[in-house]
């Protein structure tokens, strides 16, 4: 098999991870004439997706031939896919070819299982040790770690990736077991807390000029969503508890696909995309606007689709406002639907040195229509009629729109 047929094969099997992101590195480039590659991303085109995720790396797979026969996935050892695999030298080739020609600012890598997860993470750290101790390639690299390796062989992949992930594959230990019966919760936790102390280690060291480089973007993880019945709040408690145990960078929401020749324990419909962006967003309020798990899914356990969770909060907690844009702290304006951290940032520095009014709000980036219902300013005050009123959701829900079918 040649390798454009490899290249259309593990590419195509690649596109169900959804963590696919380089930010978070440190900034490297070749403009020294020493290596080739940068991580600062100038002129890379980036690709998407039919379903719209980023596909901005080379994003592939060394083999989608996997011991396992884990039930979500389309490339199970039961599965009736055609296989491939790349060499480690094919690989590498394929990542500086592609950076040369600008088509990708670094290289995704993960792999199925084969002969046994120390030899597979043996040969996905060959691919990045080439790239960068014979090429001088400084560009991104990801490489998915497999659970069961060796720690010592994790921590090799650390000295030359710039982020690694160990996906915890879905919500619930129960739902683990159930539809991927040959792989180990405590392996995977055990993985991610070895990681969390060889990152400490390396940010302790960085103070020596000779310590060597660790996983500059940490460690991050995946959960497949509706594969299985767990609620919003039970996705979001267990997001939680990675974050605050393993320090993990983000953790990656991905909609279940159905598969073909599915396992009549998986539903038959995928779940709405749109699920997908609410918890993503859920998960931005967790780590940058100090809300709690029972703030944002309490209740029915379920996040509205029609509605973004900061304002369906607000929605159910009307008593917060108005809100005093002059005078509430950072975290008060941070619970407000409409206002962003940059956003927020800006309104502080700007009260420095005038009161706030409505016609600054679009002059500090600033949404009125979606803000105004819920602040005071020095020239505004909303009726409390329009705050208490049960159509203050409909006039705030974003409104469907018929695309066009023009060319």
């Not at 990681?195 to 996983?215: C, D, H, I, T």
């Not at 393993?246 to 073909?260: H, M, Q, T």
Request: aromatic share 6%.
């Amino acid at each position: 098999m040649d390798v454009r047929r490899k290249l259309e094969i593990l590419a195509d099997a690649a596109k169900y991870d959804a963590s696919c992101a380089s930010s978070g590195t440190d900034k490297r480039h070749a403009g020294d004439g020493k290596g080739i590659g940068s991580t600062e991303g100038m002129g890379i085109c980036h690709s998407y997706a039919p379903d719209g995720r980023c596909i901005s790396l080379l994003k592939i797979l060394m083999t989608n031939a996997c011991m396992f026969d884990c039930r979500y996935c389309i490339n199970r050892a039961s599965s009736n896919v055609q296989r491939a695999r790349f060499t480690v030298d094919e690989i590498v080739d394929l990542t500086l070819d592609f950076y040369r020609r600008n088509y990708i600012e670094g290289l995704f890598l993960s792999s199925g299982i084969i002969r046994s997860p120390d030899y597979t993470m043996e040969q996905l750290v060959l691919v990045a040790k080439k790239l960068r101790l014979e090429h001088g390639f400084k560009g991104y690299i990801h490489l998915k770690t497999i659970p069961d390796a060796d720690q010592e062989l994790t921590s090799q992949a650390g000295l030359y990736a710039d982020r690694l992930s160990i996906n915890i594959e879905l919500p619930t230990d129960d739902s683990l077991a159930a539809l991927a019966p040959e792989k180990d919760v405590r392996a995977i936790r055990r993985t991610m807390g070895g990681l969390r102390v060889r990152l400490e280690e390396a940010e302790a060291e960085k103070k020596s000029a000779k310590a060597p480089r660790f996983a500059p973007a940490g460690q991050s993880t995946q959960m497949i969503i509706g594969a299985d019945a767990a609620s919003d709040r039970t996705i979001l408690d267990t997001s939680a508890n990675l974050y605050g145990s393993y320090r993990l960078k983000r953790v990656y929401y991905s909609a279940f696909s159905p598969i073909p020749d599915a396992s009549a324990d998986l539903p038959l419909a995928a779940p709405p995309l749109m699920r997908e962006h609410r918890l993503y967003q859920a998960d931005w309020l967790l780590r940058f606007y100090g809300f709690s798990v029972e703030e944002i899914a309490g209740g029915a356990g379920m996040l509205p689709l029609d509605i973004d969770p900061k304002l369906a909060w607000a929605l159910r907690h009307r008593e917060w406002f108005p809100l005093d844009v002059n005078r509430a702290s950072k975290e008060q304006l941070l619970r407000v639907p409409g206002l962003g951290k940059k956003a927020v940032d800006r309104i502080l520095t700007a009260r420095r040195h005038r009161a706030i009014r409505s016609d600054d709000l679009r002059r500090l980036r600033v949404s009125p229509g979606k803000v105004l219902p819920f602040v005071v300013l020095a020239d505004h005050r909303p009726q409390g009629s329009l705050l208490d009123s049960e159509r203050l959701a409909e006039r705030l829900r974003p409104q469907v729109q018929q695309l066009s079918l023009a060319l």
